[in-house]
């Protein structure tokens, strides 16, 4: 399939039902209609707007939404979005906030490359900004990358990371989310050995697949029953000559899309038509709980092929991070040359993309770092979108996090307020309790 005809064949099916909603909606919307009252207009018109909103989402990158911030003064200041790094395949960005005294906590949020863009983390950057400088690894969507910018797999995307943890500083405070965890453990296992004093100050792991045999998903149920040959053959694809990008091979976020919503198929068509029912009762919102969701979730961006190939063969099938045995730029990476980074792992009980025990594997390759720098949470009843984003972020893990920053903090500006409160190597929920 590593054509260009297959991937402009599913931009033209996007692009037809995208015209397709505009045109009911235009001709439900029509005045002559209303001289024949009849509710089956009003449906499809319903029917269009969702249609023609859903279908032009896809291709279109969500906006950060953080436009002001209410600081300690009680006035709104205005928050610009800069680039602290800027590389082909992703940059480095900073949420400022001019006149607010800069805060002791640094922050960098090391955001997935999975089929989303990194506005997926928008509410966890936004509950971080109150008491933090935030950074965050804005990744660009392989489509638009000119094929001369040349590859981007697993070793390029750690290196990315040692140089952003390079012009950070090592008073920085990394939290990784999802798919980038066993990579963000590499490019800190790779500046120990190269340039220790470049070693961020702690890392805050949340749910990410160190060990993907430690605890079986459909994800890594999927990964181990197709060969690299079936993924390549079926899941990569040329870019058209619409995109700046054409010719490169990517995994299409259209493919990736149609991938998340069969695995809740059922679920997705139900939201969608509930949600044609309330539009016709004129019971919607712009900003209401189902285009709030899905504005996010249906926006989706092209990931390089040797990215994608990469991920599943050397993470997921072969396990290299989690046998201690990654390779980046012809150099092994040796987990056991962490010694001074704190390390916390967070997992929810109830995550079925990275299941418990995934990502707490990667302390027992921290050989040589102290008890003392370790520590792990397990959330009761928390899904994967929970623990970086949903309520249980919110209530219990994002005050055990910024404790365990400061307690790893050359200057914190608080402690952890008494031994309840810590945060356990291999906890398994006692520390749950609000800060």
């Excluded at 955001?111 to 990744?139: F, N, Q």
């Excluded at 139900?270 to 504005?295: C, L, P, S």
Aim: hydrophobic share 40%; charged share 25%; aromatic share 8%.
């Amino acid at each position: 399939m590593k054509y260009m005809m297959t991937y402009d064949l599913m931009e033209s099916m996007r692009n037809t039902n995208q015209w397709l909603g505009a045109t009911a909606r235009a001709f439900a919307s029509y005045p002559a209609v209303a001289l024949w009252p009849n509710p089956g207009m009003e449906m499809l018109k319903a029917w269009g707007e969702v249609t023609e909103r859903s279908f032009s989402r896809m291709v279109a990158k969500p906006d950060w939404g953080i436009s002001t911030f209410t600081c300690e003064d009680g006035k709104d200041h205005l928050v610009s979005i800069n680039t602290v790094v800027k590389r082909p395949f992703g940059d480095l960005i900073h949420f400022a906030v001019p006149g607010r005294k800069a805060k002791k906590r640094r922050v960098m949020l090391v955001a997935p490359m999975s089929g989303h863009y990194a506005t997926l983390l928008r509410k966890t950057v936004k509950s971080l900004l109150v008491d933090c400088e935030v950074y965050i690894t804005d990744w660009h969507n392989a489509r638009d990358i000119p094929v001369s910018e040349g590859k981007f797999d697993v070793e390029d995307y750690t290196l990315y990371l040692v140089d952003f943890m390079k012009a950070l500083g090592n008073d920085i405070h990394v939290i990784a989310v999802c798919q980038p965890v066993p990579l963000t453990l590499a490019a800190t296992a790779y500046l120990a050995e190269e340039d220790p004093k470049a070693q961020p100050a702690s890392l805050t792991l949340i749910g990410g697949p160190v060990d993907p045999e430690a605890n079986h998903t459909e994800v890594t149920d999927f990964g181990r029953s197709v060969t690299m040959g079936q993924l390549e053959q079926t899941m990569i694809q040329r870019v058209g000559f619409k995109y700046a990008g054409v010719g490169r091979l990517v995994y299409p976020g259209l493919l990736q899309l149609a991938s998340f919503i069969s695995m809740n198929g059922e679920t997705h068509a139900d939201a969608f038509k509930d949600q044609i029912m309330r539009v016709a009762k004129g019971e919607d919102g712009e900003h209401d709980r189902h285009n709030t969701f899905y504005d996010e979730y249906l926006a989706v961006m092209d990931m390089p092929a040797e990215f994608y190939l990469s991920t599943v063969e050397r993470i997921f099938k072969g396990r290299d991070i989690a046998r201690n045995d990654f390779w980046v730029d012809g150099k092994k990476v040796d987990f056991g040359k962490i010694t001074t980074v704190a390390v916390k792992i967070v997992e929810g009980e109830d995550d079925d993309i990275s299941a418990p025990g995934q990502c707490l594997a990667a302390l027992d390759l921290l050989t040589s770092l102290p008890d003392d720098k370790k520590a792990a949470h397990l959330e009761p009843g928390a899904g994967h979108y929970g623990i970086f984003a949903g309520r249980s972020w919110r209530n219990n893990i994002r005050p055990l996090v910024l404790d365990f920053i400061d307690a790893n903090s050359g200057d914190p500006t608080r402690k952890m307020r008494n031994a309840k409160h810590e945060d356990l190597p291999h906890d398994t929920g006692l520390a749950n309790v609000a800060v």
